[in-house]
């Protein structure tokens, strides 16, 4: 293990490094994910970005020329820009971008830099009919699922644009998806992130994309979870409706099903955008995104609750002409089609989720190394974890102004040992935590880590 001088030096570059007022110094790291959508539409390029830091991220939809856009707002907690815009009705065609990001409000300026990277890199200048417009929506993901505040902000969401690229899109816990998650409302805290699915009839495309955050859990087609963390005491095979069924009771520990012949309702929540290359007028651009949005409380449940907040932007490209003799399908016929692509992009957003590392069966760690993990590691200015020995064990409490995930500030927590150098809190969500070389202590190693760096005893 590295010296106290060492762990106190690598602790002030953490310090040093961590976001101040006016800036957040991280690298943005680009178009990365293992899991693509690769779909032909030239006219569509798409640029992602995070901060690994937070992790937090951005997505950006910029298309070629000008498209024609709507939007559908529901649910009771929308972070929007330039909304009022879209809905005053005009046919035409004003929209260069729309940017989804992380952050919360913090995140809605990644929304206004994509349209001053336009007017910066000259693709957009200042006359009336050439100002660049970009509409955004964000996710919330602060609070308790992370350990920091970093946000996507100016710098990341102009290296996002400037990345962008046609036809690839990352799937699961990517861009601005990065540390989304869902089900909530049922203590689910399943891990989500962007997902998105492509159809094509004839000459016409349709694509849909979705970052969902939702207090809703996400329902495949035969009604069952997709994603989620059940209590223990909860019946084996349960589906979505058996949840919905046993609200509220099903939202507290210790449900064992839902009474025979209870009633449920259906709601649910998300940020997500429908394109098509066929030529619409706005009335029908908005019909397709309230119809759209409408469907989504199938793959999502509860949606639209007071907590979400649910935005779909509907754009056209405007390639086919079906006033010209073009190839096109009923304004109908695209709304079913396009919901359908919906769920299927809800779907592919469900990213594989963490399993916690299982308790190690053998000697334990060896009281001179379970010493040299005690200490406070900090998080951020709003989060540190306290590290102590008592006799051959490590216990951990949070220290701050909230806990930190299983680790509370009321009391220590014991910690199990699971290797020579990682350690687990037991409970219904995966804790992992791995001391690493160097003074650090990660928390879920994996992509959704969370780092804090020694600081002394």
């Known amino acids: 293990m590295p010296s106290p001088l060492h762990r106190i030096a690598a602790a002030l570059a953490l310090v040093l490094a961590l976001p101040a007022a006016a ?120 609070g308790a699922r992370r350990l920091n505040e970093v946000y996507p902000d100016k710098t990341l969401a102009q290296a996002a644009l400037r990345a962008a690229r046609p036809g690839v899109f990352a799937l699961g816990g990517e861009g601005a998806g990065r540390f989304a998650m869902s089900g909530g409302y049922f203590g689910c805290a399943a891990h989500s992130g962007q997902g998105g699915a492509f159809r094509q009839v004839g000459a016409v495309k349709i694509a849909a994309f979705v970052v969902v955050n939702a207090l809703g859990v996400v329902t495949d087609r035969e009604g069952r979870i997709a994603a989620c963390y059940p209590d223990p005491t909860w019946p084996k095979g349960l ?3 058996d949840l919905l069924a046993g609200a509220p009771q099903s939202r507290q520990g210790g449900w064992t099903g839902p009474p025979a012949g209870q009633a449920h309702s259906g709601r649910n929540t998300t940020i997500s955008l429908v394109v098509v290359n066929q030529k619409m007028s706005w009335d029908q651009l908005q019909r397709l995104a309230v119809q759209v949005h409408s469907s989504m409380g199938r793959a999502i449940q509860p949606f639209a609750t007071v907590d979400d907040g649910d935005v779909l932007y509907a754009v056209s490209t405007e390639e086919l002409d079906p006033a010209a003799g073009g190839p096109a399908l009923a304004p109908v016929d695209v709304g079913v089609i396009a919901a359908e692509t919906m769920w299927d992009a809800i779907l592919s957003s469900v990213p594989e989720q963490p399993v916690a590392a299982k308790p190690a069966f053998g000697p334990p760690p060896k009281s001179e190394t379970l010493e040299s993990f005690a200490g406070e590691y900090v998080f951020s200015p709003s989060v540190s974890i306290r590290v102590s020995r008592q006799g051959e064990r490590l216990f951990a409490q949070a220290v701050g102004r909230r806990d930190a995930f299983a680790i509370p500030r009321a009391s220590p927590v014991a910690l199990l040992p699971a290797g020579d150098a990682v350690f687990s809190v037991p409970g219904r969500y995966p804790l992992t935590l791995r001391f690493d070389p160097g003074g650090t202590l990660t928390l879920n190693p994996g992509h959704w880590a969370q780092i804090g760096r020694w600081m002394g005893r």
Request: proline share 5%; aromatic share 10%; charged share 20%.
């Open 23 to 142: 800036e957040q110094p991280f690298t943005p790291r680009l178009n990365a994910g293992d899991r693509m959508l690769r779909f032909d539409w030239p006219a569509l390029s798409i640029g992602t970005g995070e901060y690994a830091e937070g992790p937090t991220g951005v997505t950006v939809f910029h298309f070629a020329r000008k498209a024609l856009a709507a939007v559908d707002v529901r649910g009771g907690a929308p972070g929007t820009v330039n909304t009022d815009y879209l809905r005053l009705g005009y046919n035409t065609p004003e929209l260069d971008a729309v940017v989804f990001a992380g952050g919360s409000w913090y995140g809605l300026e990644a929304a206004t830099a994509v349209a001053t990277a336009l007017k910066d890199d000259g693709a957009r200048g200042g006359g009336f009919d050439d100002i660049a417009l970009s509409v955004g929506a964000i996710i919330y993901d602060l």
């Open 239 to 241: 589906k979505t409706s």
